[in-house]
């Protein structure tokens, strides 16, 4: 019963929809990265060294372009749906990117970052930290995907306040996206045991 249990989770995982499908559809634009690819496995600068998966917690290179017109700031997240929580999990959070701006180095998301475009900040994400932190699921519960998106906004500050959550951003957000742009790589965590066989 348990193997058939994580035999359906996993397939979920794999063929998951978008949660932003879940409020509502807006056009989408180009996302690309030199570090991290779309439906395929995170490499290990962005899986978490802080929380012991054997990574770096390295957020990645990200270059968008095709967004509105009438764009006047980005926002960026990374959030996987189905962390073992009731609301998921929000790994990455950075708003009012100025319109000016098309791409994150890689290593922006540090909590120290300096080249951060002028304006930006980073919120804090569900581990209380104001930085990238780096995918990290429980071993043996199936492949997460990770939902790195751009949002493309009608308002040059999003107006929150410093100390709200990404999902509060996300709420926000719902208002004022004009397109958003999504990658989604994947990790797994399995079980030492599995390793060793």
């Known amino acids: 019963m348990a193997n058939q249990q994580t035999t359906q989770q996993t397939t979920q995982q794999t063929t998951q929809q978008s949660p932003y499908d879940l409020i509502g559809t807006v056009p989408s634009f180009a996302v690309t990265s030199t570090d991290v690819r779309d439906g395929e496995e995170l490499p290990t600068p962005q899986v978490s060294g802080i929380f012991g998966a054997g990574g770096t917690d390295t957020s990645p290179q990200l270059s968008w372009s095709g967004f509105p017109e009438g764009t006047k700031s980005f926002a960026v997240t990374m959030y996987d749906p189905t962390a073992p929580t009731a609301s998921g999990f929000w790994h990455w959070a950075i708003a009012d990117i100025p319109a000016s701006?098309?791409?994150?180095?890689?290593?922006?998301?540090?909590?120290?970052?300096?080249?951060?475009?002028?304006?930006?900040?980073?919120?804090?994400?569900?581990?209380?930290?104001?930085?990238?932190?780096?995918?990290?699921?429980?071993?043996?519960?199936?492949?997460?995907?990770?939902?790195?998106?751009?949002?493309?906004?009608?308002?040059?500050?999003?107006?929150?306040?410093?100390?709200?959550?990404?999902?509060?951003?996300?709420?926000?957000?719902?208002?004022?996206?004009?397109?958003?742009?999504?990658?989604?790589?994947?990790?797994?965590?399995?079980?030492?045991?599995?390793?060793?066989?």
């Open 101 to 197: 701006t098309t791409s994150l180095p890689t290593g922006a998301g540090d909590e120290n970052s300096t080249v951060l475009p002028s304006g930006a900040w980073h919120l804090t994400n569900d581990a209380g930290l104001k930085r990238f932190l780096g995918a990290a699921p429980p071993a043996g519960s199936g492949k997460h995907n990770y939902f790195i998106a751009v949002h493309a906004l009608d308002v040059a500050s999003i107006g929150i306040s410093r100390d709200a959550s990404p999902a509060f951003l996300a709420f926000n957000m719902s208002f004022h996206t004009l397109a958003r742009g999504v990658i989604v790589p994947w990790w797994e965590a399995v079980h030492t045991s599995e390793v060793e066989q």
